[in-house]
């Protein structure tokens, strides 16, 4: 079986009275993740990246941190720590799996 080629996903779709919706999903461990703080007008922002696309997160409007943004930050926060649990947890099972088809 070959191994998974990485890609990442992107879509625009445009409907009449309707915002533009993008959606972009990447399939891919070459992305690049970074936080900082940018100094000009000191704010937090998060960055996700690839060859592909940018997804950039950051406070409401530019603006000062507010109660949402901290709630938003926590959500990111946890739901990274489900992904990497969940990594990890089917990496050890897929890793036991793949120890006892080689030792058969």
């Known amino acids: ?11 625009l779709s445009l409907q009449p009275d309707s915002a ?17 703080l940018l100094l000009s007008s000191p704010r937090p922002y ?3 990246a690839s060859c592909e696309a940018n ?15 901290l709630t938003l930050a926590r959500d990111i926060f946890n739901a990274a720590a489900r992904y990497l649990a969940d990594c990890e ?3 050890a099972e897929q890793s036991a799996k793949d120890a006892t088809d080689t030792a058969a």
Request: glycine share 8%.
């Open 55 to 69: 997804v950039h997160i950051s406070t409401t409007g530019a603006g000062q941190v507010t109660e949402d943004d």
């Open 20 to 36: 533009p919706h993008v959606g972009v999903s990447f399939h891919t461990s070459r992305l690049k993740v970074r936080a900082g």
């Open 89 to 91: 947890q089917l990496h």
């Open 46 to 48: 998060l960055d996700f």
């Open 1 to 11: 079986m070959s191994e998974p080629r990485p890609y990442t996903y992107v879509t």
